[in-house]
């Protein structure tokens, strides 16, 4: 099935997203059976398009399911004849819903095989409408975001240590480098090198 995270469909007037549990049924056990995975699909798609009102069809509706017991995320894409605004109204103040996706999943043939007890319906979400308007604001402010993330890298890059400038060495700076590096080498060789003796 489409994913609901698809763009408002050409021709539509906007979308209304929603969300929904059904308790007790396995979503493992119900992808695991392709035919009963499609009725569960077509039963849901016919319950919210008939709950979200006149002017929807199943087809306007894309699902997206996910484990716990199986939650259900919808879109509706709503056609430009009708407004998208009444079809969040609808499905907010329906108290059919419920009832009404639980009594077409339970005709789907073999459904019982995948569940664990009788079928109920919590955590009902309504989101806010989605317009063809919205949808070039949300692009802007991806650029923004695209955009910050780049000056913060070539700033992080900016940022970093540069090499320090290669000093000349004197004669007497020379020699003395040559000390210590002599000093610094005598320190770890008796330190690391169990045959040499503690000094005492």
């Known amino acids: 099935s489409a994913s609901v995270r698809n763009a408002v469909r050409s021709g539509s007037s906007g979308t209304v997203t929603m969300s929904m549990a059904v308790q007790n049924m396995s979503y493992s056990s119900l992808l695991a059976n392709p035919a009963m995975l499609e ?14 009102g006149v002017g929807i069809a199943p087809e306007n509706v ?15 894409q709503v056609p ?20 009404e996706l639980i009594t077409r ?16 319906v919590s955590k ?17 402010r991806s650029s923004t975001s695209t955009s ?5 890298s070539t700033a992080s890059e900016g940022t970093r240590p540069r090499p320090e400038p290669t000093i000349p ?7 003395d480098m040559q000390k210590l590096e002599q000093s610094s080498n005598k320190c770890a060789h008796s330190e690391d090198d169990p045959s040499v003796p503690p000094s005492t």
């Open 169 to 175: 060495l004197t004669p007497g700076r020379r020699a």
């Open 80 to 99: 430009a004849a009708v407004s998208p605004s009444i079809v969040q109204s609808n499905l907010r103040s329906n108290s059919m819903l419920a009832y």
């Open 39 to 52: 009725g569960f699909q077509k039963a849901a798609k016919q319950a919210i398009a008939v709950e979200a």
């Open 105 to 120: 999943v339970n005709r789907v043939d073999s459904i019982a095989t995948v569940c664990t007890g009788a079928l109920r």
């Open 124 to 140: 009902v979400a309504v989101s806010d409408v989605v317009t063809p308007a919205d949808e070039p604001l949300l692009t802007t």
């Open 148 to 152: 910050r993330l780049d000056i913060g």
């Open 62 to 76: 894309d699902l997206e399911l996910s484990e716990g017991s199986v939650v259900i995320q919808a879109r509706i």
